[in-house]
Nanobody, 119 residues
Framework: QVQLVESGGGLVQAGGSLRLSCLAS????????IGWYRQVPGNQRDLVAS???????VYADSVKGRSTISRDNAKNTVYLQMNSLKAEDTAVYYC?????????????WGQGTQVTVSS
């Protein structure tokens, strides 16, 4: 089992920055990939950025160049630094951990953290 806890959300003005943190606990060595997703009410949950165990990162086009995902293995924490925030970045941000075992993928989710960008 893996537990994920997000923090760092809040209210920020457009153009500002936030750093979200995702603290992993439990069987963290089994995690193959951690990603940040966001969701606006009525919409699906979309990938913002992810980082794999080998360090490979992926970014959504909407945040590319404005966001950086990183990890601190000693702290079991993955960060999402978001700069030049826009009103359309407003959403609930969720941390996702993927554990792959043979042909199966298990998804673990945090409880989410609200990010509100005022224009």
């Amino acid at each position: 089992q893996v537990q994920l806890v997000e923090s760092g959300g809040g209210l920020v003005q457009a153009g500002g920055s936030l750093r979200l943190s995702c603290l992993a606990s439990g069987n963290t060595v089994s995690i193959n990939q951690i990603g940040w997703y966001r969701q606006v009410p009525g919409n699906q949950r979309d990938l913002v950025a992810s980082i794999s165990v080998d360090g490979t990162t992926v970014y959504a086009d909407s945040v590319k160049g404005r966001s950086t995902i990183s990890r601190d293995n000693a702290k079991n924490t993955v960060y999402l630094q978001m700069n030049s925030l826009k009103a359309e970045d407003t959403a609930v941000y969720y941390c996702n951990g993927k554990v792959r075992y043979r042909t199966l993928t298990f998804d673990y989710w945090g409880q989410g953290t609200q990010v509100t960008v005022s224009s």
